[in-house]
């Protein structure tokens, strides 16, 4: 019994080694942002999930159409005064650069579109704003989901993790 509470280490420690040996690099992206002024950014009331609704598989006819419009509501406050910027939405794309995804794999995902506009929010891009006098601003974009291709879409539950920040010109 002694020699086998003895060997107990060694055996932990050789499967600790050989864990740490099945991966010999690991790739991640780092991103920020650097921003010249002090505003304070809120989404979705400061809510971490926007629900957009549960949608049949027959909805989704064409891809890259947005379905479902529910409303994603982005408040700026302690801004400058009249301060000009952008707001960015960041997230994980395919080679469609509007449709936000859990992951570069999935076939299903999130398109958000613009106050007063149809086009779809592209990753990334800057979509101008002003700041009232009081340093205020209330948006709201349309979010839904979208497939990338009608065929291959799969009944499930789909997420997609997105930032919104704000940067001053």
Do not use: W
Request: aromatic share 6%.
């Amino acid at each position: 019994m002694r020699r086998i509470i003895a060997l107990a280490p060694a055996a932990l420690i050789a499967a600790m080694v050989g864990n740490v040996q099945a991966a010999t690099q690991a790739d991640v992206m780092l991103q920020g942002t650097i921003a010249d002024t002090t505003c304070e950014v809120t989404a979705n009331h400061g809510a971490a999930t926007l629900n957009v609704g549960a949608y049949a598989k027959t909805q989704f006819t064409a891809a890259k159409k947005q379905v479902g419009s529910e409303p994603l509501f982005v408040t700026l406050k302690n801004c400058s005064p009249d301060a000009n910027g952008a707001l960015q939405v960041t997230g994980v794309v395919g080679t469609e650069k509007d449709v936000f995804l859990s992951d570069i794999g999935q076939a299903a995902g999130f398109m958000l579109t613009p106050e007063d506009s149809t086009t779809a929010v592209a990753n990334g891009v800057s979509i101008p704003v002003t700041a009232d006098k009081d340093g205020s601003l209330e948006y709201t974009f349309t979010a839904g989901m979208a497939v990338l291709n009608k065929e291959a879409v799969q009944p499930g539950s789909y997420h997609a993790p997105i930032k919104i920040s704000y940067v001053s010109n």
